[in-house]
């Protein structure tokens, strides 16, 4: 790519100019659900559980450390920052987004469209300069003949483009077809339209002082239409809205008062918004307890196992995506050389369960001083590396004649 500088600018473009407003036209397409609720990414997160179940992965995704390891030839593995990828996936992955801004929209993209595209520009042969987000929804993917892939992409300010599989980093959610991901914008549309649906109700419910219908009678008839418009548009102005609620009113001429229709706790509406709400949760795979809901079955045990099946099966395998796609795409040597998302930042126990999960590991001989210290953020310590056994420790001390009980 480092030869087509027409290309690149034009990509460039795309991304920091018209990418707004392409990403805009691109949001407002969508389809119609049954409901009568046109359903895409920007209306989708305008429904509040939607937006926190996005918002809380993308988040949680996108605040790991994404760093590059390298396999040691002991077998084990070690953080390389002297890589050149370091700093691109570490801090700057392009010219104008940090790592948890580009993370975010990448999971936001998975999410919403099941697929992330970011265009790679690269500087001679093979090392990464940028990763330059694309709009999903002018992507399109080709499988060729030698099964390789090729991107076509619509830009706005020319004809399409056309990009070799090596040039495109595509990140992939649940597919069905093994080139393109499937996005919960299509496949749960209905779901997403009936949510739509109720909490437009809701608005409006509560618009016209949860009262959706209200008969005024009277025991005689009024003279004219004008008579009876003015008393409807006077009952309206005086009653309508939440700041009118419970005020005094005054009827004359022996009119009185029938409601038409039922309460909204009557009709089920509550539970109806409470079981959408545990279907979108449900969805996403995220805990209802994460959205503040009032779930009465949450314990301060099943806290912590719900938060265990959330991280091991919603934000592991994102990350497992993540990591694959990146090696695949960007490292030329990746049986040595590795991206990583650490999750130990979000899987550490409360203080009482690691220090006991410490002793237990530094007492079975498998974990060293400075194994703990580095899990705890701390720096290595000399002679922090002896990984004896509290067996092995007691019997050198049996055969030195150490009654002291000195630590290792």
């Not at 890589?83 to 580009?102: A, F």
């Not at 016209?208 to 005024?216: F, K, Q, S």
């Not at 009119?255 to 545990?278: C, G, N, P, V, Y």
């Not at 099943?302 to 995506?321: D, G, K, N």
Request: charge should be neutral; glycine fraction near 6%; hydrophobic fraction near 40%.
């Amino acid at each position: 790519m480092s030869k087509r500088p027409g290309l690149l600018a034009r990509i460039f473009n795309a991304a920091a100019t018209s990418w707004r407003e392409d990403f805009i036209d691109a949001l407002t397409m969508g389809g119609e659900s049954s409901s009568g609720m046109r359903v895409n990414s920007e209306t989708a997160m305008r429904i509040s559980t939607v937006n926190a179940c996005v918002r809380i992965i993308s988040d949680t995704v996108a605040s790991l450390p994404l760093q590059v390891y390298k396999r040691l030839d002991s077998g084990g593995k070690a953080i390389w920052p002297t890589h050149p990828l370091y700093e691109l996936l570490n801090t700057r992955p392009n010219p104008w987004q940090t790592t948890m801004d580009w993370l975010s929209q990448a999971v936001n993209h998975l999410l919403f469209r099941g697929n992330y595209y970011g265009a790679v520009l690269r500087h001679g042969d093979s090392i990464v300069d940028d990763i330059i987000p694309l709009n999903p929804d002018r992507v399109e993917v080709t499988q060729l003949p030698d099964y390789s892939l090729t991107y076509k992409v619509a830009l706005a300010d020319g004809p399409a483009i056309i990009l070799a599989q090596e040039d495109v980093l595509h990140i992939r959610g649940l597919s069905s077809n093994g080139i393109t991901g499937r996005g919960v914008i299509t496949d749960a549309r209905e779901m997403f339209g009936a949510a739509l649906a109720t909490q437009e109700y809701s608005g409006r419910l509560f618009k016209n002082d949860a009262t959706p219908g209200v008969v005024i009678k009277l025991p005689g008839r009024l003279e004219n239409d004008a008579a009876i418009k003015r008393l409807k548009e006077s009952w309206d102005v005086d009653s309508s809205g939440v700041a009118n609620s419970h005020k005094t009113r005054i009827l004359e001429n022996g009119a009185t008062i029938e409601r038409m229709s039922l309460s909204a706790e009557d009709s089920q509406f509550i539970e109806t918004r409470k079981m959408q709400r545990s279907e979108i949760a449900a969805l996403f795979g995220v805990p209802l307890m994460l959205l503040q809901a009032n779930d009465n079955t949450t314990t301060f045990a099943s806290a912590e196992q719900f938060m265990l099946s959330y991280t091991m099966h919603t934000i592991r395998p994102w990350l497992v995506r993540i990591e694959q796609a990146l090696s695949r795409s960007l490292f030329t040597a990746p049986r040595i050389y590795f991206p990583r998302l650490n999750l130990d930042a979000i899987q550490r126990a409360d203080l009482k369960t690691r220090y006991e999960a410490y002793k237990m590991g530094r007492d079975g001989g498998w974990l060293s001083k400075n194994d703990v210290r580095s899990r705890e953020d701390m720096n290595p310590i000399d002679g922090g590396d002896d990984y004896s056994s509290l067996a092995e420790i007691q019997n050198t001390r049996l055969m030195t004649g150490d009654t002291n009980g000195n630590q290792k």
